[in-house]
């Protein structure tokens, strides 16, 4: 069996957090109040239901691509300050 202390330092590694010593206190409380809510789930007669992945039977109506002209990268690179050949030359980051 794995201990508490173990586990949240695992969850801490696989979800990349770094936790403080009060939330590593705090979370074995807040996982079991979670479990058994996913628990209490496990109850319910879902004997006849479909499968969903979403709630609603919304569908996403996706338009077709249509494929357009672009602009000219010269008219484009007109109005920038900095410029190579090709592309806009931004400042270094402070």
Request: aromatic fraction near 6%; hydrophobic fraction near 35%; proline fraction near 6%.
């Amino acid at each position: 069996m794995i201990q508490k202390e173990e586990l949240i330092s695992y969850l801490e590694d696989l979800s990349c957090l770094t936790l403080s010593s009060d939330e590593k206190v705090r979370l074995p409380g807040e996982l079991e109040k979670i479990l058994g809510g996913m628990a209490k789930l496990s109850e319910l007669d879902t004997v006849g239901v479909d499968e969903r992945s979403h709630p609603f039977d919304n569908v996403n109506a996706f338009r077709e691509d249509i494929v357009n002209d672009s602009f000219e990268r010269e008219l484009i690179l007109r109005n920038a300050p900095n410029r190579s050949d090709e592309a806009f030359i931004a400042p270094p980051p402070h």
